[in-house]
Each structure stands twice: as structure tokens, then as C-alpha cells.
């Protein structure tokens, strides 16, 4: 697990909710709270998607919808003149770029033995967190799952030019 302050806000939602950065990511939950507070309840329902809509519908064994799908309705409840009271986004890595991560690091762990591997982000009072976590079908000591998301995740931070600090 490894903690990430965001140092720039702004450029940060702009990332999330304009730009296509974290489209590839799928969501576990979101909650974002204005005036009320939404929730949105990432598990996908692919009997909702028409035969013709096959483009829309994730990979055999995605449970997640993709962040690109919520992203609209995120942006909607959050644009506007005030910022939000605060938000939560939890954020998955897809199952194909899950055993891309095990493949590329040459981990033993079962492919079906990853339940997530999980980025949450957490806004409250002008800041922003980022956090990452693991979940496994078993308990191990090792930690080598953990360090390759911990280092994929920083990786992508400084692909995308998302400045943090790590805590």
C-alpha cells in the first residue's frame, strides 16, 4: 500500500473528468457529495446493453464498469462554480491489465486469485489522496503483488505529469 498526496488539485480533475487518463480504469464505487451526496455502485449489469451495443460491454469476466462509462454523470454532478464537499473514487485495474502486471513482473500468484488490485482517491477540504490496495482470494506474506501495483501506480503518475508526494 502506498499513499499519494496530490499536489495539484485542478489538474487532477481535469485529468479525470476531461481528459481520457483514467478511461482504461474500471470503478468499484464512487461517491461524491455536493448539496446531497450520489453514490454510484460500479458493478456491471450487461443484461442493461443490447446485442447491438457490443462495443460498450467490457471483456469476458469484467464485473467492473469502466471509468470512461461514469465519467459523464461524475462531471455533471461536479462541475459548477463550487467544488464539492469531497468525493471518493475507488478505481480498478482491469482484468487483462492485471495479468499484463503479473506477466511483466514474473509473479507466481494465480491470475484467479487477484480479487483487485485498487486505487483510491479521496478529495475532502481543498485535498486529495490517493491511495493504492490489494486484494487477494488467500493471505500471504508476500508482498511482491503489492510493491509491482505500488510501483505501476507511480509509474503512471509520472506518465500522465501528476505531481504528488508520496506519504
Same mark, same amino acid.
Given at each position: 500500500? &502506498? ?11 481535469? %485529468?479525470?473528468?476531461?481528459? =481520457? ?14 448539496? @446531497?451526496?450520489? @453514490? ?25 464498469? +469502466?471509468? %470512461?462509462?461514469?465519467?459523464? *454523470?461524475? *462531471?455533471?454532478?461536479?462541475?459548477? %462554480? ?5 468525493? &471518493? ?9 492485471? /495479468? ?24 475532502? &477540504?481543498? +485535498? ?5 490496495? !490489494? @486484494?487477494?482470494?488467500?493471505? !500471504? ?8 501495483? =505500488? ?7 509520472? /506518465? ?8
Amino acid at each position: 500500500m &502506498k499513499a499519494f498526496q496530490i499536489a495539484d488539485v485542478k489538474d487532477f480533475m481535469k %485529468k479525470i473528468l476531461l481528459q =481520457d487518463t483514467f478511461d482504461a480504469f474500471r470503478v468499484s464505487e464512487v461517491s461524491i457529495t455536493t448539496a @446531497a451526496t450520489y @453514490a454510484i455502485d460500479g458493478i456491471l449489469h450487461p443484461e442493461f446493453y443490447s446485442s447491438d451495443e457490443t462495443d460498450v460491454l467490457p471483456d469476458e469476466g469484467e464485473t467492473y464498469i +469502466s471509468w %470512461k462509462e461514469v465519467k459523464p *454523470f461524475c *462531471f455533471f454532478v461536479i462541475k459548477g %462554480k463550487k467544488t464539492p464537499l469531497n468525493f &471518493k473514487i475507488v478505481f480498478l485495474l482491469s482484468r487483462e491489465n492485471i /495479468q499484463k502486471l503479473l506477466d511483466i513482473n514474473g509473479l507466481t500468484i494465480d491470475f484467479e486469485d487477484v480479487l483487485g488490485l485498487y486505487l483510491n482517491c479521496q478529495y475532502e &477540504k481543498d +485535498s486529495l489522496m490517493c491511495v493504492t490496495g !490489494t @486484494a487477494l482470494r488467500f493471505f !500471504t506474506l508476500d508482498k511482491s503483488l503489492d510493491h509491482a501495483w =505500488d510501483d505501476m501506480v507511480t509509474k503512471f503518475f509520472k /506518465q500522465q505529469e501528476i505531481v504528488f508526494e508520496e506519504m
